[in-house]
């Protein structure tokens, strides 16, 4: 049986019941995996779908571009939306329903007078870039954690405290994903946030619905954000210090590339780690984080280190 297209809340939760109770295990229930999305899908999307596929009995893959999100509406107007291809995507690797609500389905009465506040994380980095931009996406993938979730036929939490639903996101949104995390632990969500690596290009460059919009110039300059942030991991790695300044001056020296940052946090608070990674060698465990304007484009990338 082919993938589902369903517009509605309603809809969603009967057909995911459905699916549930025909493959749930017989009287115990099923798995539910949700791949939240914007659409415009690109093989890094089609990863986290493959990985929910693998992983549950029923999946759905939300395709919705989020208008809390974007601050400029130059910006929302033009994103791409590639409702077909997208279908496509999920399609082939084996998703059992696209949820494709239209804006008044998520916000039936406009805006949302109350949101979900991402706090002080939120106003860092790509935060500190896009006032609100983490309040308009925690608000609606907690909007879409409770439409994907069914009202019937999901499993109990195993003894471990495991639960049956689960959404997947992708490690490249590094600072949304420990937000999301953070809400989800927060506000006592029932669900598992499940990490999926980074994809990326032969070239090394970190996939995004983004990329379509660089010309082949500055396609190749973007490529100097995963150069520098491999940098820092053979420094760390070697146990070096991470001469963090030279990494950005690389960055800076690129023509067409406008570093926004460069920093070396906490993999889990996204704090910064000041200490250990400068001067002396380099150990433990850190993420190091990389924004940049190449061209029109905004790119962001993101590299574990130790």
């Known amino acids: 049986m082919g993938i589902t297209v369903v517009s509605t809340i309603a809809e969603l939760k009967a057909r995911s019941a459905s ?3 025909a493959r749930g295990a017989s009287g115990g229930g099923g798995t539910l995996g949700l791949v939240p999305t914007m659409g415009a899908l690109h093989p890094g999307h089609a990863e986290l779908a493959k990985a929910a596929v693998a992983a549950n009995d029923v999946v759905v893959a939300s395709v919705f571009v989020n208008p809390l999100q974007f601050g400029d509406p ?3 107007e033009r994103y791409p939306r590639t409702t077909e291809a997208d279908l496509a995507v999920l399609d082939a690797v084996g998703v059992d329903i696209m949820f494709a609500p239209p804006v008044q389905e998520m916000y039936p009465d406009g805006e949302p007078a109350v949101r979900v506040t991402a706090g002080k994380l939120g106003e860092l980095y790509e935060g500190a870039s896009r006032p609100g931009h983490f309040d308009g996406a925690l608000t609606v993938v907690a909007k879409l954690l409770h439409a994907g979730r069914p009202d019937t036929g999901l499993a109990p939490a195993d003894e471990a405290g495991r639960q049956s639903y689960r959404a997947y996101f992708g490690q490249k949104d590094a600072q949304q ?5 953070r809400m989800v632990a927060d506000l006592n969500f029932p669900v598992d946030i499940v990490p999926v690596p980074i994809v990326r290009d032969d070239d090394g460059l970190a996939l995004s619905s983004r990329n379509r919009f660089l010309s082949a110039e500055e396609r190749n300059a973007a490529l100097v954000l995963s150069r520098a942030l491999r940098l820092l991991r053979r420094r760390a790695d070697a146990h070096e210090p991470l001469d963090i300044p030279s990494a950005e001056e690389l960055v800076r020296m690129t023509p067409g590339v406008e570093l926004d940052y460069l920093e070396v946090v906490d993999p889990d608070t996204l704090v910064v780690r000041a200490e250990n990674c400068q001067d002396t060698p380099f150990t ?7 924004a940049a304007r190449v061209g029109p484009v905004r790119l962001i ?4 280190l130790g």
Do not use: M, Q, W
């Not at 994903?177 to 995390?181: D, E, P, Y």
């Not at 433990?284 to 990389?290: E, K």
């Open 19 to 21: 699916l549930l109770a």
């Open 74 to 76: 130059v910006d929302l």
């Open 284 to 290: 433990g465990r850190a993420l190091a984080l990389i």
């Open 301 to 304: 990338d993101n590299v574990t």
């Open 177 to 181: 994903l420990a937000l999301v995390r």
